[in-house]
């Protein structure tokens, strides 16, 4: 009996057909193969995953193997994105016995969880060098009934091993100037100086290196840092990486040049990249940046936001073609011969050109992935643009996951609120509310205990791990910044005060999973970015900011504490830690507290949002207000808004001088 009828996540849900006898995780399926003296086959993926889908097609929905699979197995499906913590505990295992990883997941477990054999995508006949997945589920059993003795040492050394493993946590305080340096000079190194962006393909957004090269050259003034983020958002703003006529991003390029995207666009990755981008505006006036910024803004809200308040997770990479075949890319690419048929002749020429579309193709088949290659400024693109963009809704879309997930809510929230206060947009600060709503209401019970996902407006069944109390605390406290409502600071305190009740552990080391949450094999602890903020640095940086706000000794020594990573991490892998060295570069600069005694979004306000120096916090309201601690005792001077700047315990002569403000934040 299939048992994944009923669940929130969207990924599970579209397995609930399969002729496979699927178990959710849960207690009772590893009773179930105790039971039955079989292991368990734990199959890990998500929703928008490419060869999630074809490894469904062709083995999942196969009847002859999946008989085979509930004749010998208790098979067990997760959706990575519902249980972070499950995915990362096997996904390591799976990195350490085999050197690589990746989605779909493939592990063979006992009834006590412990793993024994691992791979990935397994196609249904032997090619490559990879065996059959019936050749690997039949090696499995006979393992299982032939050398139970050999499987369980396998098993039990693996746990040993992983539990063994320990962290380097640096120990000896947070990074200072030397780390910094000595990371930006390893980013200088990887960095792609024709194609920018780091290392070969595929290639990824380095969101998170981007935000710490825009904050290092906030505070030292290093031209080296702000022209990498700059040539790297350039190269990817023009690249088939952007979508360039409805907004936003893909995961990932294939090829170097950013040509060529794996199609599947995140929630987490433009929620980063809306941020960096308007990030990116404020410190060079750019208009590429300012046009990509909102156009991402507006891509979240007009494709992703959900009934309920909250942004869905993702929409997959496939849809239908032309002939109703499920094709990557299919919603995306272009033919010269389809321009014509929609614009006629002459603009389609135009179009051609200015998009980079050729009769070869770029992408397969004679499809091309639109790009920018000319002057991105041109002013007969506009009309072009709509007309292609009309055209396009009406091709059979991609899949949408609708789970909403905390954590990358609160990547949104803090996008959202600050796109619209940079660029005058008042709706995306609304919509962004709506979303901080949205966690209160379904997501934060009566303890401010926080919820993985929901669906629907209703909750999962999974607790929420550190990203999503370190994102949706970094939402809140910029969202408290931008509509000067001290609730969302006082939701923020909320959340931390869990961070250092439940994740903290001895010298400061943060844990992924709550110690009170369910156990496994190994309770999660990574410091490292992958495709979103570390739970630990995402953590960090909310601790320092509401110390900032509130004065607050124990938020920031637990955040000094947690930075003792990136000291150790920094200088040797500063790709893989970019979220920690941009919380390192906050604390370096104070970080700087700026309190406007004054109306909200009036020019004083709005003059401190604009300020470049790294990880400054901000809070504006009338005098005599309760709802932010710095703004007590500040008066307005005069009578006019006044602004009062501080950091390391030394304040600034207060000032009712926009351009006066503008230089105390500018950074260096």
């Known amino acids: 009996m299939n048992?994944?009828?009923?669940?929130t996540s969207p990924y599970l849900l579209q397995h609930a057909d399969n002729p496979v006898d699927w178990w959710p995780w849960s207690p009772e399926a590893f009773e179930?193969?105790?039971?039955?003296?079989?292991?368990?086959?734990?199959?890990?993926?998500?929703?928008?995953?490419?060869?999630?889908?074809?490894?469904?097609?062709?083995?999942?929905?196969?009847?002859?193997?999946?008989?085979?699979?509930n004749e010998h197995f208790v098979s067990v499906k997760v959706d990575r994105e519902e249980r972070p913590d499950v995915d990362a505990v096997y996904m390591e295992a799976v990195q350490a016995a085999t050197g690589q990883g990746g989605w779909p997941m493939t592990v063979f477990l006992t009834a006590d969880a412990e793993p024994f054999y691992f791979g990935t995508y397994f196609p249904p006949e032997a090619r490559h060098g990879m065996p059959s997945f019936r050749q690997v589920l039949e090696g499995v059993a006979a393992a299982w009934t032939d050398r139970r003795d050999e499987v369980g040492e396998?098993?039990?050394?693996?746990?040993?091993?992983l539990s063994e493993r320990s962290l380097a946590h640096g120990g000896d305080g947070p990074p200072g100037e030397a780390e910094l340096a000595q990371a930006l000079l390893g980013l200088t190194r990887d960095y792609d100086e024709k194609r920018g962006g780091f290392g070969g393909a595929p290639k990824f957004p380095p969101s998170m290196v981007l935000e710490f090269l825009l904050r290092h050259h906030a505070r030292t003034g290093a031209g080296g840092a702000l022209q990498m983020a700059a040539d790297t958002c350039a190269a990817m703003a023009r690249g088939g990486i952007y979508d360039?006529?409805?907004?936003?991003?893909?995961?990932?390029?294939?090829?170097?040049?950013?040509?060529?995207?794996?199609?599947?666009?995140?929630?987490?990755?433009?929620?980063?990249?809306?941020?960096?981008?308007a990030h990116l505006w404020r410190s060079t006036g750019s208009e590429l940046a300012r046009r990509v910024a909102l156009e991402t803004a507006d891509f979240m809200v007009r494709e992703l936001r959900t009934p309920e308040g909250g942004f869905a997770s993702a929409l997959d990479a496939d849809s239908e073609d032309a002939h109703g075949k499920h094709v990557e890319g299919a919603y995306y690419v272009w033919t010269p011969d389809q321009l014509r048929e929609v614009l006629g002749e002459e603009d389609a020429a135009f179009a051609a050109e200015y998009y980079g579309v050729t009769e070869e193709g770029t992408f397969e088949e004679g499809f091309s992935v639109l790009q920018l290659p000319g002057d991105p400024d041109d002013p007969r693109?506009?009309?072009?643009?709509?007309?292609?963009?009309?055209?396009?809704?009406e091709r059979p879309r991609p899949g949408r996951d609708d789970k909403v997930?905390?954590?990358?809510?609160?990547?949104?929230?803090?996008?959202?609120?600050?796109?619209?206060?940079?660029?005058?947009?008042?709706?995306?600060?609304e919509r962004a509310t709506e979303a901080a709503d949205l966690l209160v209401r379904v997501h934060m019970g009566p303890v401010a205990r926080l919820v993985r996902t929901s669906k629907d407006g209703r909750t999962g069944d999974h607790a929420g791990v550190l990203e999503d109390y370190g994102d949706v605390a970094e939402g809140f406290l910029a969202l408290a910044g931008v509509t000067g409502e001290g609730v969302w600071l006082e939701f923020a305190g909320f959340l931390l005060d869990i961070v250092l009740q439940h994740f903290r552990g001895e010298g400061g080391q943060l844990y992924d999973t709550a110690d009170d949450a369910e156990?496994?094999?190994?309770?999660?602890?990574?410091?490292?970015?992958?495709?979103?903020?570390?739970?630990?640095?995402?953590?960090?940086?909310?601790l320092l900011s509401y110390a900032a706000h509130t004065g607050s000794e124990p938020h920031r020594t637990a955040a000094e504490e947690a930075l003792g990573v990136v000291k150790a991490l920094g200088p040797r892998a500063p790709r893989f830690i970019g979220w920690g060295l941009a919380v390192a570069e906050a604390l370096l600069d104070g970080p700087r507290e700026v309190a406007v005694a004054g109306p909200v979004?009036?020019?004083?306000?709005?003059?401190?949002?604009?300020?470049?120096?790294?990880?400054?916090?901000?809070?504006?309201?009338?005098?005599?207000?309760?709802?932010?601690?710095?703004?007590?005792?500040?008066e307005r001077v005069g009578g006019a808004p006044t602004a009062y700047v501080c950091r390391h315990f030394v304040c600034d002569a207060p000032t009712t001088d926009a351009e006066a403000l503008a230089r105390a934040l500018g950074g260096a």
């Open 601 to 634: 979004g009036g020019e004083l306000h709005r003059t401190a949002l604009l300020g470049r120096a790294p990880g400054a916090v901000v809070a504006a309201g009338e005098p005599g207000g309760a709802e932010f601690p710095l703004l007590a005792e500040r």
């Open 32 to 69: 179930e193969a105790r039971r039955r003296d079989v292991p368990v086959l734990l199959s890990v993926g998500y929703s928008s995953c490419h060869w999630c889908h074809v490894m469904a097609h062709e083995s999942f929905e196969d009847e002859a193997t999946a008989a085979y699979m």
């Open 3 to 7: 048992r994944l009828a009923g669940v």
């Open 519 to 542: 156990r496994l094999i190994r309770r999660p602890q990574d410091p490292t970015d992958s495709a979103t903020p570390a739970g630990w640095t995402a953590a960090a940086g909310a």
């Open 154 to 161: 396998v098993a039990g050394r693996i746990v040993r091993d």
């Open 405 to 429: 997930v905390a954590a990358w809510n609160g990547l949104a929230i803090a996008a959202l609120a600050e796109a619209g206060a940079f660029f005058d947009r008042p709706d995306l600060v």
């Open 381 to 393: 693109a506009a009309g072009v643009r709509e007309r292609l963009l009309a055209a396009r809704e």
């Open 244 to 277: 360039q006529i409805g907004g936003g991003f893909a995961r990932y390029a294939v090829d170097r040049e950013w040509v060529v995207p794996h199609f599947e666009k995140m929630l987490y990755d433009n929620a980063l990249l809306c941020r960096v981008y």
